[in-house]
Every structure is written in C-alpha cells, then in structure tokens.
C-alpha cells in the first residue's frame, strides 16, 4: 500500500515537472532555444495567484485566469524586448540573455514581494480521496494536477495538430526558411509559442503552489531546471514526451527517496537521467536525428 | 614593429593575449605594492584568475570544442576539493607553501581530469542539448555526494565515511578534512595573486598552443563538421575527449586555487548557478575568443562588486546590464548604433590589420 | 572585433574604478563606531539578512537617539555564499569598517572569521551558529547557541519531560545548520529514555515532497518528528502531515521560529508544535513589545528570531562599548582588545530580547537559557519542563 502511495506522490509531483517541461519543450522546438526563465514566469503565476486570493477576495478559480493573463503578458513582453532582437544572434546568446532575464524576474520580485515566504492557499478546496478504508489517501490537489496534466497535454496536441497556428508552429520547427516562402509569419508564430508556454507556466505555478505551499522569489528556480531535463529526458520538442519524462522524473525521485536512500535522491534521479540518454540519444520520444552529409 | 607585423597573424595575436595578462599582472602587482589599490579588489584578484582559468577551459570546450556543458563547475569542485584534501594531509610533511599549493593544484587537475575522462566517454556520443543535459546531471551528482562526504587523516590513517564525521574512527587528533554539508573549514590560505597569474598563463599557454596545433585544428574541424572530419580520418571521440579532458583538468587546477583562497568552501557553491555563470562569460566573451574570456570574466566578476552602491537594486542592474550587453552585442541595428557611438573612440589601424582581423 | 573594444573600454573602466576606490578617503577622523554587517540580502536566504538589517538598522537609530556612544551601521549583501562574503568583507574595510556585526549564516561566517580573526576586527555575529565560526578565533563572538548545543538541548528537553520515546527525525543533510544539530541530537540521544526510530532527510533541491520522509517516519511508528529545519520547509511538513492524517507531536529548534507569523499560514496546521527558541514575538515582557510594535510599524512584518538577534547584537557592542570606553578615532585593533577584555570579563552581561543575562565564554560562544515554547491557539506558550 506504501508503494501505491509513493506511485501517487510521484506522478503528482511528476505532472507539474511535466507541466512545466510542455512550456520548455514548446518554445524550445519552435524557437531552438532554452528559455531559462521559463522557472521564474512560473514564480511570477503563483504570486498572482496569492495576491489575487489574498489581497483582492478573489475566487480561486478567477485567480488562476488572472495568473494566466498576467503571464501570458509578461511573456510577450520577455519575448519582445529580450528575445526578438536576437532572432538571428546563436542559440547560446539567447540562452545568457534568457538567465539575464531570470535574475531579473528573482530580484524584481525581491523588491515587489520581499523576501519573506509566504504561505499559499491551495486553490483546490473539496475533500481529499480515501480509498481501502482509509489507507491510501489521494489528495485533491494531486487529483486536480493530474487532471490539469492529462487535459493540458491534449488540448496542446489538439492545438498543434488541428489549428490553423498549429500547423504554422509545425512548419516552423520543421523548416523556418521554407515555412516564411509558404507565407508564415515567424515571428508572429514565436511570440504565440511563448504566450502559450507562459500561460501554461502560471498554471504550473498555481499547481505547484497548491501542493507545496510555499512562496519565495526563488520557488521556481529548482522545479524549473527539473522540468528542463523532464523535458530533455523526454525528447525535447515532443509534447508527449515532456509529459512522460516529467512524470517519470517525479515518480523515480519519489521512488528513489523511499527505496534507495533520502540522502543521495538527486544523485539516483540525475544517473538515472544519464543512463536512459546514454541508450536513447534523443530522450525517450525524441526524433532520432538523421544527418545529412 | 615590422617584425612583429611579419609574423603569422594567429601568433601575433596571442603574443598580444599573452602581453596583455603580463601587463595586467604587472599593473596590479606594481599597484598593490604601493598599497594604492582597495581592500576589496585586492580581495577579488585570487577569484579574478580562478574564474579567467574557468572560463578559458570551458571555452575550450564550448567554443573550439563546439559542445555545450552545463557542469562545468562540477569539475571545479572535484578540484577544490581534492586541492583541499591533498593540502591539510600534506600540512605535515611539505613545509614549502607554494609548493603545497603546487600539488594540490596538479591533484586537482588529475582528479578532475580522470572525471573528464569517465563523464566523457559515455556522454560525448551526444550530441547538442543532450550532452549538455548529462553534463548538468553529472554536476548535480558530484554535489550531491560532496555533501554526504566526510574525509578526515589522523593516527589512523585516511579515513573516508558517508555516514557522519563520527564513524570516520579517526583517533586522537585526527582532523576531519570534509565534514558533510558543512564543507571543509580550516583550510589553509596557501592562493596567492602570483599563483593565479602563473596558472592563467599555463591555461593560456595549454590552450592557445592545442588551438594551434594539428590536434586543435583537428577538434575545430570536429565542430565545425563532423561528418567531413570523420571522412577525412580524424578520429572524432580521440579529439573530442581530448579537448574535454584537457578542459576538465583545467577546471580541477582552478578549483583547487580557488578553495586555497578561502578558509571554508562547500559543495554548495559548485551549482548549477556557477556553470551557469562561467558560460557567460564564455559567450560574452566569444566562442573561441580566448582574449574576450579573459576580459568578460574580469569584467563581470567585478561588476557585481562596483555595484554595491546601488544597495537593494545590485543584482536588478547586473541582471539589466547582462541583458543588455547581450542585446547590444548580438543585434545588428544596436550594434551598428553602438559603432556610430564608440567611432569616435576607433584607433587607426594599418591595414593589413585590419583586414585581417575583419574576416574572424 | 567591435566586441572587443566595448569589453575593453568596461575593463579600463572597471580597473580606474577599483583603483580610485583604493585611493578614497581613509577612516575619517570622528566619533561615530562605523559598524559593518555583512548577510545575504538577495538569493534563497534573503529573508534572514534582511532581517538582521532592519533590527540592526532599527537598533542604531535607537542608540543614537540616545545622545550617548554614536553608531553608523553599513549592511552588505553577500548572496550567502563565502566568496561574496569575503568580497563584502574587503567592502567594509575599505569603508573604514571598525566593529563586524556578522555574517548572518554559517559558512560564510567561517570565510569572513578567518579574515576578521586576521585583520583584528571585533566580529560579533547574530545567528553563524556553528562552532568552526569561532573556534581558535579569540577575537569572534555568538550570540546565537551553537548547533551542537541545541542538538543537545533538544534531547535533554525531549528525554526530560518524556515527550515521546519513539522519535523520528528529519533533517536538511544539504545544510550546515541542520545537520550539525541532527548529529549532536543523535549522540546526546544514546543514552536517553527515547530511541530514534527513523532518520531521513531532503536537501534544498528536493524540499517539496515529504510523503516518502512521512511514511517512514509513520511506519516506524514514531510519536514524535524532531525537526532541526528551517521554518520554510517545516510548514511544508506540517501541511502534508496534515493531508495524511498523520499528527505526531513536532519538536522544532531556533529555525522553526517564523512559522507563525509567516503570511497567510494557517496556524491551526501549527498547534502543539513545541521548539525551543531564544526569542517568542508574542512575549509580553516591555522589551519585547516594544521591538516588535517598532520592528513592524517600520517594515510591515513581524520580527523573527534572524531580527531579534540582530537587534542585539547591536545593543551588546552598545553596552560593552560603553563599558570599553571605545571611541570613534580608534582604530579597529584598539577597539577589538578593549571589547574582547569587556566581552570575556565575568562581570559583562547584556539583557537582550533573546535572553536575560546572556554572558560570553573566551571561546566565544554564548551562555544563555532556551526556552522551550509550545503553540497554543496559534502563540507561543511556555512549555513546563517535566510535564
């Protein structure tokens, strides 16, 4: 039954890692470059989301919208201003720019929210799920995860698959050049990338902030590197594949602390990482790379 | 001056690399004597030439190697610590200093080196982002089994637990060396500037020496393509653990020089965070550009410290800052802005100079 | 190449800088004790250097209203990483820095020691509570307990009003501060009236999820979780122990102080939580009240124990300054022997908000009691020894 328990533990944990990599993944295979600040965008969500609840009486539920606009926003702004101008610089330019901005997002958030924690109220209100009499509870801020995991990852593919922007996405990370001769806009399909993955970084900060209630401008920062390699484990650029290499993350880290030691738990999950890329190259669902000579 | 413009422009301008640390050196030594420079950079000089030797070696891999890693401070503290062992046991029989600091600055780069080695071999058949991740678990790894470390020396010999500083079983005045997450205290002050400058020099001489020789063209034709270089018999893994090992030895000599400086130094500090830091100055610097390491690395160690002025909003501004030089130095309309701003400031060059320089 | 003379035109500019820096006026000629406080101000740990910033800046103006010794305070961020430390250190000295109100944590305060034990500076810290801070350091004093003394602490409360027998312990093994206690607290437990029954631990990468660390500790059937953690991580503890339907007694040390008043934390999840604390914001003594009604007029928050010791310190370099006679034109070398003489004397003790009659040993550690407190309808209440 402990078993079970740890599973659950795991894959709660596991779905917000992989909330967070389906953010790093997006922009990462439309954009080709690793938005650092991805972690701190998701600090920014779950403030708003305190300050909504705490300050201005607002309904949990409208307080995560508020979180997404916000950082819907505020991604477009990043993108903008930090990103945009470096369109043809090299991927690792925009990557210092990217942890620029993350220092910046933390020390703002210093100054605006001091650095003294807060507490989060979990958004998710209705009672928790006992099963076998009581042995295995499943909280419902781990229901609410998994579900907002399960309809995130689907929605998304939808998106990808079915919309007009999907498909413009597609073509992008297929081929730029060859996507602008067809009459894509490709700056206008980044900016949609990172207005989608900052979105769905506030709902992972609502989330995270819910089943750990803790609030510091550095909150972020951990899940956020987590979430990277979730994503890079996972094949990075596959919407699939930053799912099931979040939730593996989660699970072997859980999995790891109770079985293996508590002690060395990053050390379990980090080698682990390392074995699983040295049989599969590309992470778990990634395109195997064909070059061309 | 003819002579000097008659030799190979790539010698020239690493005679001019070379000259221009031995006039830093001198500059700063010469300052120093004269007690006209502050406390507080005299305190930053040992750093200074800790992170300029970072961030030539990791410039050898990201820049001349063409691999991205994201744990480059992992080797650094295999270094620092290694350096710090070596030095307390040897306290006894070595009584020479610089010596001491000698050693433990050759262990260190041993020891990260053979851990240049056994990360290399498995994870250099990745490639991009991939290598770069299993870079940054192997730095998460190496911290996370530092801090559940504990080495001590006394009557009873060398003494290595992962339980706590009492099972080391280390005897009447056994000294305990690591201490867990605590770190290593009492670690002797043995880092002077000259040691520093010495080692940067050896980097410098290491590094731009392989950039010239047939191996490093051999790693640059690697990077540049791999596929070709392979078809024309380069040996690709020999050439790519090569620069890599090298890189990493290097970062284990720094690490030792580093944690020589300070009294106390724990696993903590080689985070993720200082990989992260190093790689700017690699990139502000220029891939490849060993002169613009040194300078970037100078430059932003000290940066952070000019800015105490601005109390609350330091780190706000050195955020600002960092965005901004990468936007500046990256984006052509702003940098075609910045030329009209600093022409006035443009030396005359004689011509061949600059073209020659042009086509980098 | 362009990037060259921009990267070149920062360094000059950097180099003109430090050099000019060097040349600015010396230690000015006057009365004022320039004091230097060094804390991590920005980073994870901000929230206890501001904390001793503010009590220490609060401290000083309250002296100096006095008319009497004059004091001027200059807090330096130091990311709480050694290196910075140092960097803030050498920042102060050139300042002209005569008394070290710090560092605020531990292993920088082992760097910065060192340096201070060198230059002869007097080096009073709020909370480096590890002994290497002091050890060998004549010149370096605590005015927070040490780890090992409230690991031991801890186990003579625990055994000495029976609290549990069975005892479980989780504890940051990436953290000086809590290991150190967690270490004595396990060799001072041998020979008590209470095993440990389970041990575990998280670092600060993975303090989430403490289900795993929970299970254990329920599945070993402990009656009591110790706690030497911070406050942060311990209400994560206290939630999740609560989403199980788990409820041990929790025994928490100086760390778990902030708990209460943290924003938005519902104490309820707190109750019966017992920890030994130098220092309780709800005390009703006049001193104590007065500092807090202060303390948050001034900054919006309630004081911690970060912010009590801070205060302190201040106010124990005020009154063995006094009793030193130190003046504002001595040098630091002078001051130091004349406080160290004071501090070490027998007849030297401060009445702070974190103790009566706090007095100093040669080593430098500190003597005075803790208090052990229990939560009750979410205050603090004193906890009886021997219940």
Redesign the interface.
């Known amino acids: 039954m402990s078993f079970l328990s740890y599973l659950i533990s795991g894959i709660s944990l596991g779905s917000i890692y992989a909330i967070i990599a389906l953010g790093y993944t997006m922009v990462?295979g439309i954009a080709k470059m690793?938005n650092?600040a991805h972690g701190d965008v998701i600090m920014v969500g779950g403030y708003m989301s305190f300050m909504a609840t705490s300050y201005m009486g607002w309904s949990p539920v409208a307080s995560v919208f508020l979180a997404m606009a916000v950082c819907t926003l505020l991604g477009i702004i990043i993108e903008r201003l930090?990103y945009k101008?470096?369109r043809?610089?090299?991927s690792?330019?925009v990557?210092?720019?990217a942890?620029?901005?993350s220092?910046?997002l933390q020390?703002?958030a210093l100054?605006i929210w001091s650095s003294n924690p807060k507490s989060f109220t979990s958004i998710v209100s209705f009672d928790s799920l006992r099963l076998f009499d009581g042995q295995l509870i499943i909280s419902s801020v781990t229901l609410v995860t998994i579900a907002a995991c399960i309809v995130i990852v689907c929605g998304l593919t939808a998106i990808v698959r079915y919309s007009k922007i999907g498909k413009a996405m597609r073509a992008v990370s297929e081929d730029k050049e060859a996507a602008q001769l067809m009459g894509i806009d490709i700056n206008q399909t980044i900016s949609v990338t990172f207005a989608i993955g900052s979105g769905l970084a506030a709902v992972a900060g609502v989330l995270l902030c819910s089943a750990y209630p803790l609030l510091m401008p550095t909150v972020g920062a951990m899940p956020g590197?987590k979430a990277?390699?979730a994503a890079?484990?996972g094949g990075?650029g596959s919407i699939p594949g930053a799912m099931l290499g979040g939730i593996l993350l989660g699970v072997i880290e859980i999995l790891g602390k109770a079985y293996i030691s508590t002690?060395?738990?990053?050390?379990i999950v980090?080698?682990v990482?390392?074995i699983v890329?040295?049989v599969r190259?590309?992470?778990l669902l990634g395109k195997k790379?064909s070059?061309k000579? | 001056m003819k002579n000097f413009l008659k030799l190979k422009k790539t010698t020239r301008k690493n005679l001019v690399t070379y000259a221009m640390v031995i006039l830093a050196f001198l500059?700063v030594w010469l300052?120093s004597a004269g007690?006209?420079?502050?406390?507080?950079?005299?305190?930053?000089l040992v750093?200074i030439c800790v992170y300029i030797v970072m961030a030539i070696s990791l410039n050898l891999t990201?820049g001349i190697l063409g691999e991205?890693s994201l744990g480059h401070a992992g080797f650094m503290s295999l270094g620092a610590f290694t350096g710090v062992i070596v030095s307390i046991s040897l306290q006894g029989s070595v009584s020479s200093d610089p010596l001491r600091l000698t050693i433990a600055m050759i262990l260190g780069a041993v020891i990260a080196g053979i851990a240049g080695l056994v990360v290399g071999v498995?994870?250099l058949?990745?490639?991009g982002?991939?290598l770069?991740?299993?870079t940054?678990?192997?730095g998460?790894?190496i911290?996370?089994?530092i801090?559940?470390l504990y080495v001590g020396i006394g009557p009873n010999g060398f003494r290595i637990s992962?339980v706590?500083?009492?099972s080391l079983n280390l005897g009447e005045n056994g000294t305990v060396i690591m201490n867990?997450?605590?770190?290593a205290?009492?670690i002797p002050?043995l880092a002077t500037f000259t040691s520093g400058f010495i080692l940067i020099m050896i980097t410098l001489f290491i590094v731009l020496n392989l950039q010239n020789s047939r191996s490093g063209r051999a790693i640059m034709a690697v990077r540049d393509n791999r596929?070709a270089a392979e078809s024309v018999g380069i040996s690709v893994t020999r050439y790519k653990l090569m620069a890599f090992i090298i890189s990493a030895a290097l970062a284990g000599a720094a690490g030792a020089l580093y944690a020589l400086n300070?009294?106390?130094?724990?696993?903590?500090?080689f985070d993720?965070n200082t990989s992260?830091l190093i790689?700017?100055f690699v990139?502000?610097?220029?891939?490849g550009n060993i002169?613009?390491s040194i300078?970037?690395a100078?430059?932003l160690t000290?940066?952070?410290?000019?800015l105490?002025a601005f109390n609350?909003?330091?780190?706000?501004l050195?955020?600002?800052i960092?965005?901004l030089?990468?936007?500046?130095?990256?984006?052509?309309?702003?940098?075609n802005m910045?030329?009209k701003f600093?022409g006035f400031?443009?030396i005359k060059r004689p011509p061949d100079l600059r073209g020659g320089?042009?086509r980098? | 190449?362009?990037?060259?003379?921009?990267?070149?035109?920062?360094?000059a500019l950097?180099?003109g800088?430090?050099?000019l820096?060097?040349?600015?006026p010396q230690a000015t000629q006057s009365t004022t004790i320039k004091i230097g406080g060094i804390g991590p101000?920005?980073g994870g740990a901000a929230t206890y250097g501001t904390s001793v910033a503010n009590a220490a800046k609060l401290a000083v103006e309250e002296i100096n209203a006095l008319g009497g010794l004059q004091f001027e305070l200059n807090f330096?961020?130091d990311?709480h990483?050694?290196?910075?430390s140092?960097?803030?250190?050498?920042?102060l000295?050139?300042w002209g820095m005569q008394v070290l109100c710090g560092t605020v944590t531990?292993?920088p305060g082992?760097?910065v020691s060192?340096?201070a034990y060198a230059d002869r500076i007097f080096t009073l810290t709020p909370s480096a509570s590890?002994p290497?801070v002091v050890e060998g350091k004549d010149n370096i004093f605590q005015l927070c307990f040490t780890d090992p003394n409230q690991g031991i602490a801890s186990a003579q409360y625990i055994a000495e009003a029976s609290l549990g027998t069975k005892i479980a312990v989780i504890y940051?093994?990436?953290?000086?501060y809590?290991?150190?206690i967690y270490?004595k607290f396990?060799?001072e437990a041998k020979d008590k009236n209470f095993t440990i029954v389970n041990v575990t631990t998280f670092?600060?990468?993975t303090a989430t999820d403490f289900n795993v660390q929970l299970s254990e500790a329920r599945n070993a059937g402990a009656d009591l979780i110790f706690l030497p953690i911070y406050y942060q991580p311990a209400s994560l503890i206290l939630t999740q122990a609560d989403a199980m339907g788990y409820k041990p007694k929790f025994f928490g040390v100086d760390g778990m102080d902030g708990i209460l008043t943290m924003e938005n934390f519902n104490t309820e999840l707190a109750e019966g939580v017992m920890l030994l604390t130098p220092f309780a914001p709800d005390a009703g003594d006049e001193k104590t009240v007065a500092f807090v009604n202060k303390y948050k007029e001034r900054f919006g928050e309630t004081p911690n124990q970060f912010a009590a010791d801070g205060y302190d310190v201040i106010y124990a370099i005020y009154e063995a300054g006094k009793k030193a006679g130190i003046k504002g034109d001595m040098s630091a070398k002078d001051i130091c022997d004349k406080l160290i003489k004071v501090f070490t004397s027998s007849d030297f003790s401060v009445d702070g908000l974190t103790g009566e009659n706090m007095t100093w040993s040669t080593s430098g550690e500190v003597s005075k009691a803790p208090k052990g407190m229990v939560i009750e309808n979410g205050v603090y209440v004193g906890m009886q020894s021997g219940k």
């Open positions: 990462y690793l650092f930090a101008p470096l043809n610089a090299t690792l330019a990557l210092i720019t942890i620029g901005v220092y910046f020390n703002i100054l590197i990277f390699t890079v484990f990075i002690e060395l738990s990053d050390a980090f080698s990482l390392i890329l040295l190259p590309t992470g790379i070059e000579v | 500059a300052l007690g006209s420079i502050s406390s507080a950079f005299r305190g930053q750093p990201v991205l498995p994870a058949r990745l490639r982002d991939y770069a991740i299993v940054l678990a192997f998460e790894i911290k996370n089994i801090n559940t992962m706590n500083a009492e867990g997450p605590m770190g205290v009492g002050k596929i300070f009294s106390t130094v724990v696993a903590r500090k993720f992260i790689l700017v990139v502000l610097g220029g891939m002169r613009g300078i970037a100078t430059v000290v940066l952070p410290e000019l105490r609350n909003y330091r780190m706000l050195y955020a600002v960092l965005i030089v990468m936007l500046v130095s990256n984006n052509e309309q702003l940098k910045m030329k600093t400031f443009k320089t042009a980098e | 190449m362009k990037k060259y003379r921009i990267l070149c035109m920062a360094l950097v180099m800088l430090a050099v820096a060097g040349c600015g101000l920005t330096q961020d990311e990483d050694a290196e910075k140092v960097n803030a250190y050498n920042t000295k050139d531990t292993t082992v760097a060192a340096e590890s290497k940051n093994n990436a953290d000086a809590s290991t150190g270490e396990a060799s670092t600060d990468d």
